[in-house]
T-cell receptor, first 113, second 113 residues
Framework: GENVEQHPSTLSVQEGDSAVIKCTYSDSASNYFPWYKQELGKGPQLIID?????GEKKDQRIAVTLNKTAKHFSLHITETQPEDSAVYFCAAHSYNQGGKLIFGQGTELSVKP | KAGVTQTPRYLIKTRGQQVTLSCSPISGHRSVSWYQQTPGQGLQFLFE???????NKGNFPGRFSGRQFSNSRSEMNVSTLELGDSALYLC????????????FGPGTRLLVL
């Protein structure tokens, strides 16, 4: 079945620096890749997503890239701010899995002022 | 438009008891998924409902069950609670049966003593 691996598990950056989180997936049939941000005491919030027919997508300071050949996708946050501190999850959607999302283990991002 | 709501937000139970958690999806959303989130296991898929039918189930024992009503609201039930059931239980809704873009509620924090 689908397996999603996410790295690193923790990431600490200085305010203003960039942060990159990487995920790999195993099922070549996966076709939709969302990223979620989870703040303390809250549920995961969808921040950006990308489909398999697109290589890159940007939304202000956030961008996601997808390499279908290598089966990996990455989240890029530029000009980080303290409010970016949270746990970030990647996920892959595959109809081979009955159409469900498989999540990575999460990355705890800490942005130091 | 109101987001996904879950009740109760916090719950304390003792071993052997049972518990019922409730989820109201975003208005118009017909699909509801449930996840268990623990520090060690991340987000684990429990089950998914669409139009009152369970379409997918994760690898959890039969003590975990759920249902969906005609108004798309969903409940999950855990019987004979064990200490290991302590977790954050998250509900997510999506527009259609593809289950791609999912929106999460704040979760119910269950503590089993």
């Amino acid at each position: 079945g689908e397996n999603v691996e996410q790295h690193p598990s923790t990431l600490s950056v200085q305010e203003g620096d960039s942060a990159v989180i990487k995920c790999t997936y195993s099922d070549s049939a996966s076709n939709y890749f969302p990223w979620y941000k989870q703040e303390l005491g809250k549920g995961p919030q969808l921040i950006i997503d990308i489909r398999s027919n697109v290589g890159e997508k940007k939304d202000q300071r956030i961008a996601v890239t997808l390499n279908k050949t290598a089966k990996h996708f990455s989240l890029h946050i530029t000009e980080t701010q303290p409010e970016d501190s949270a746990v970030y999850f990647c996920a892959a959607h595959s109809y081979n899995q009955g159409g469900k999302l498989i999540f990575g283990q999460g990355t705890e991002l800490s942005v130091k002022p | 438009k109101a987001g996904v709501t879950q009740t109760p937000r916090y719950l304390i139970k003792t071993r052997g008891q049972q518990v019922t958690l409730s989820c109201s999806p975003i208005s118009g959303h017909r699909s509801v998924s449930w996840y268990q989130q623990t520090p060690g296991q991340g987000l684990q898929f429990l089950f998914e409902y669409f139009s009152e039918t369970q379409r997918n189930k994760g690898n959890f024992p039969g003590r975990f069950s759920g249902r969906q009503f005609s108004n798309s609201r969903s409940e999950m039930n855990v019987s004979t609670l064990e200490l290991g059931d302590s977790a954050l239980y998250l509900c997510a809704s999506s527009w259609d049966r593809s289950q791609e873009t999912q929106y999460f509620g704040p979760g119910t924090r269950l503590l089993v003593l």
